[in-house]
């Protein structure tokens, strides 16, 4: 038998939700956008095929309120808002590279477990 888990397993952890979005199925799409510099709403939209304006525009919310990037209005008429990535958000790319590299080497292990799971 194993040893129990230690009650205080978790006692040095933060207790808030963690900034990282980079798991949901937009945010790594935004923020590889957003690597060359800044966009527009309507620019990111379009490599985004199936996002609606109300998920980017609540993705682009919460990358803005955890300092990933900023979001600046343009004193133009009419008004022009870009997106760009702050040097925080620059440092999303290594882990980012990471995910991709182990999903592509455990990608075919990950469907098969799906597949079985589901025929259970």
Known sequence: MSEPLDPDLFTNCLTEPLPMRVGDKWTAKIITCLRDGPRRFSELAVPLRGITAKVLT???RGL????MLTRTVHDELPPRVTYELTPLGHTLFEPMAAQCAWTRAHLAELRRAREDYAAR
């Not at 803005?64 to 300092?67: M, P, T």
């Open 58 to 60: 609540e993705s682009l």
């Open 64 to 67: 803005e309120r955890d300092g």
